[in-house]
T-cell receptor, first 110, second 113 residues
Framework: LAKTTQPISMDSYEGQEVNITCSHN???????ITWYQQFPSQGPRFIIQ???TKVTNEVASLFIPADRKSSTLSLPRVSLSDTAVYYC???????????FGTGTSLTVIP | DTEVTQTPKHLVMGMTNKKSLKCEQH?????MYWYKQKAKKPPELMFV???????INESVPSRFSPECPNSSLLNLHLHALQPEDSALYLC????????????FGAGTRLSVL
């Protein structure tokens, strides 16, 4: 299964756009890229999923280049409540195995 | 309703105790998962059930015994645990095999004394 690499931590000021990049060099053809958000003592919460190019929903955008060896989660205009750990997962569309990477701890500063 | 409910929220047990964690979902999902999460670490997959059958066991010690009585319920039976088993145990579900958007419960915080 594809291993993912993310920055361990990031800081950002309120109101700024935050981009978190995930590297997944050995991603397979059938793999989808999924991002989750986790607050302390809570379960992860689905943010966005994509296969290629760009996906946007009401909370985030996901950019995936043509070679799919990396992906970038973009959070527009972050607020203090966006302080959390963000995980990138690469998983087989036809499988049930999901392995979380180390995650990126985002701290939003007032 | 996109809720996965886990009980209890907190559990303290001795190494000789037997206890069970419970997970419930009413979204009609046919795949359910158990994860273990240590402090400041990512969740680690333990078990996967697909259509009420165990499909993946990530080499978890036998002191953890999963059970899926029906499509809405998932249990994790605990026996003779070790202090290093103390962690947050997370349950998740997804629509079916291959649909990898998982919905997670809030977890059970387990302390083994």
């Amino acid at each position: 299964l594809a291993k993912t690499t993310q920055p361990i931590s990031m800081d950002s000021y309120e109101g700024q756009e935050v981009n978190i990049t995930c590297s997944h060099n050995n991603i397979a053809t059938n793999d989808y890229i999924t991002w989750y958000q986790q607050f302390p003592s809570q379960g992860p919460r689905f943010i966005i999923q994509g296969y290629k190019t760009k996906v946007t929903n009401e909370v985030a955008s996901l950019f995936i280049p043509a070679d799919r060896k990396s992906s970038t989660l973009s959070l527009p205009r972050v607020s203090l409540s966006d302080t959390a750990v963000y995980y990138c997962l690469v998983g087989r569309r036809t499988g049930n195995q999901f392995y979380f990477g180390t995650g990126t701890s985002l701290t939003v500063i007032p | 309703d996109t809720e996965v409910t886990q009980t209890p929220k907190h559990l303290v047990m001795g190494m000789t105790n037997k206890k069970s964690l419970k997970c419930e979902q009413h979204m009609g999902h046919r795949a359910m998962y158990w994860y273990k999460q240590k402090a400041k670490k990512p969740p680690e997959l333990m078990f996967v059930y697909s259509y009420e059958k165990l499909s993946i066991n990530e080499s978890v010690p036998s002191r953890f015994s999963p059970e899926c009585p029906n499509s809405s319920l998932l249990n994790l039976h605990l026996h003779a645990l070790q202090p290093e088993d103390s962690a947050l145990y997370l349950c998740a579900s997804s629509q079916r095999a291959g649909k990898n958007i998982q919905y997670f419960g809030a977890g059970t915080r387990l302390s083994v004394l």
